[in-house]
């Protein structure tokens, strides 16, 4: 039996006539930049974000870049995130004029530790703003983030970018939140492999606050609220019709895919052996983009599920402080370096069977 890491033709085949369509009608209509079908995905993607604002956009960088710079993030101003993350979170931050400071991750969510946070704004007060990654569509531990925010006069920007319908419960206010509606601004991408994917490059803005709405809006269309008539220089780097219009399509099965993911998490969890399985913490109900396992023999154990015909990946292979780019030494952040050298994704999407997830756990079982 082949499994894949990810099965992105078997949706687009489901949903065929319905990208087709869309096609056809943004053709007949040359509505290609802006107009309905972006309007009315920015409507349906806040509504089901649980916000009042939603801009879309030409990627996830994009989205987290101007959501920094609608912020007021510019030169000299220190972000603090994760080195536990994809390169595009500490991009926007570069790319917005803002300097990188990294705090460690949580062994057991893999994701911002609020302690670490703690510790690192008690020596630098002077942080301006936070940027908590919701990696692998967990979510981060908001109430504790929010709380020294509000301390430290922090600007909160979340990367939701692997997190679209991951929900946090808040302790503080007694109720679900929707990932991308608890900061200041939340990043969502589109990139084709994410839970809502284009079919192409997309991504967005998602706000409760309608001046950084407008903001976003101006800083994605060359610094124009009218055309020609430009208030600052801004980029370009909208999202299209024809992109907003398949995700129109795929957002109505969104919240399926998600269920779908949850009851192939939960099958996981029933099912493998010999290997430490994600950690959901009560106040979490995550939406598993990827599903991450930890075995101390991870290179080995990918081999031999490779050699299965099962398909695996590794998010992240090396922590972004120690990447090239950043020029930085091993040892600074102990448990996301742990963590990257011992974790390995499985397969999960919505189509994954039992059968399937089966034959994993028997390959990893066997080979552990
Ligand atoms: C995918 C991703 C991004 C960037 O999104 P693009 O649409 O590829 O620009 C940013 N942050 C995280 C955590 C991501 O997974």
Redesign the pocket.
């Known amino acids: 039996m082949k499994i894949p890491f990810l099965d992105l033709v078997t949706p687009h085949i489901e949903l065929e006539e319905e990208l087709i369509a869309v096609v056809r009608k943004t053709l007949r209509t040359a509505h290609f930049i802006g107009g309905e079908e972006v309007e009315n995905f920015e409507k349906e993607f806040a509504s089901f974000c649980e916000v009042p604002h939603c801009i879309g956009v030409s990627?996830?960088?994009?989205?987290?870049r101007f959501a920094l710079l609608a912020a007021g993030i510019g030169k000299g101003d220190t972000v603090v995130t994760v080195p536990n993350?994809?390169i595009?979170?500490t991009e926007?931050i570069s790319q917005a004029g803002g300097e990188v400071a990294f705090v460690d991750i949580d062994e057991r969510t893999y994701n911002m530790d609020p302690a670490k946070l703690k510790a690192y704004l008690e020596t630098h007060p002077k942080t301006k703003a936070v940027l908590p990654?919701?990696?692998y569509g967990q979510m981060c531990d908001m109430d504790a983030i929010l709380d020294l925010a509000e301390k430290y006069n922090l600007i909160v920007i979340e990367?939701a970018?692997?997190a679209h319908g991951a929900q946090y419960f808040s302790k503080k206010h007694n109720r679900w939140f929707k990932a991308g509606s608890m900061g200041k601004a939340g990043?969502f991408?589109?990139?084709p492999g994410?839970n809502l994917g284009a079919c192409g490059?997309?991504?967005a803005v998602t706000t409760s606050d309608p001046e950084i709405a407008k903001k976003v809006q101006m800083l994605r269309d060359h610094g124009q609220a009218k055309k020609y008539y430009h208030d600052f220089e801004g980029y370009n780097g909208r999202l299209d019709a024809i992109q907003a219009g398949f995700l129109r399509v795929k957002l109505r099965h969104l919240e399926e895919w998600n269920t779908k993911r949850r009851e192939a998490a939960a099958r996981y969890k029933d099912l493998l052996s010999g290997v430490v399985i994600p950690y959901e913490p009560d106040w979490s109900r995550a939406i598993y983009?990827l599903y991450i396992v930890r075995a101390a023999n991870r290179e080995a154990l990918q081999k031999k599920l490779t050699d299965a015909g099962i398909g695996t990946g590794l998010h992240y292979p090396v922590p972004l402080h120690m990447q090239n780019a950043y020029n930085s030494k091993p040892g600074e952040f102990p448990v996301a370096e742990k963590a990257t050298s011992e974790i390995l994704s499985l397969p999960m999407f919505p189509q994954l069977t039992a059968a399937m997830q089966e034959h994993v756990a028997s390959q990893i079982k066997a080979n552990i």
């Open positions: 990627s996830g960088t994009d989205a987290l993350t994809f595009a979170t926007a990654v919701h990696l990367d970018c692997q990043a991408s589109f990139y994410k490059e997309g991504g983009h």
